[in-house]
């Protein structure tokens, strides 16, 4: 089973700063890795898949890098409503199998 | 507009069982692969179970196999999930997600939470 870490646990940014998430995965997900923003008392959002790909309607200071192990989350210019958990995922397409990181708290600093 | 509508959550004893139902509109369901997720009380996102779109094929994570059963009615736009031999370990709030324009979820219920306890 592939083991996803997020770091860190919480992150604390002023608002409109910029924001970066890291999330590291046991063994190669190739670029089969999504992100998710979840508010309080809310359902995941989708962010980004594919490692790169903007969910649709997702802002333009959202965007996503890496492959293989190491995974990158940014966030350019923080908005009130960014703070927020966000989780890593990695998705194998067969067998279907999908692992999350244990999650970043973004609070305001 | 896709929507995905959980019920069925509530209070259970351990060892007990619960059948949780989602149902989805706004897209054609026979057509779609559909997934449960679970989040335990302030804790993050497990991935539960996952059922192809004609029931085809079906897989648990671990920790559910032998008590979970995922399955789907299409008829009925229906996705359900069957919990047997419950435990404490199991309370959180369950979510059907739905992958319909990308390999992951997109799309996601509003969760119906199941609390096992005595």
């Known amino acids: ?109 | 507009e896709v929507q995905l509508v959980e019920s069925g959550g509530g209070l259970v004893k351990p060892g007990g069982s619960l059948r949780l139902s989602c149902v989805g509109s706004g897209y054609t369901f026979e057509s779609y692969t559909m997934n449960w997720v679970r989040q335990a009380p302030g804790k993050g996102l497990e991935w539960v179970s996952c059922i192809s779109s004609s029931s085809s094929y079906m897989f648990y994570a671990d920790s559910m196999k032998g008590r979970f059963t995922i399955s789907r009615d299409n008829a009925k736009n229906s996705l359900y999930l069957q919990m047997n031999s419950l435990r404490d370990e199991d309370t959180a709030v369950y979510y059907c997600a739905l992958g319909f324009d990308s390999p992951s979820f997109d799309y996601w219920g509003q969760g119906t939470l199941v609390t096992v306890s005595s």
């Open chain 1, 1 to 109: 089973e592939t083991v996803m870490t997020q770091s860190p646990a919480t992150l604390s940014v002023s608002p409109g700063e910029r924001a970066t998430l890291s999330c590291r995965a046991s063994q190669s997900v190739s670029s089969n890795l999504a992100w998710f923003q979840q508010r309080p008392g809310q359902a995941p959002r989708l962010l980004i898949y594919g490692a790169s790909t903007r969910a649709t309607g997702i802002p333009a200071r959202f965007s996503g890098s890496g492959s293989g192990t190491e995974f990158t989350l940014t966030i350019s210019s923080l908005q009130s409503e960014d703070f927020a958990v966000y989780y890593c995922q990695q998705y194998n397409k067969w067998p279907p199998m999908y692992t999350f990181g244990q999650g970043t708290k973004l609070e305001i600093k």
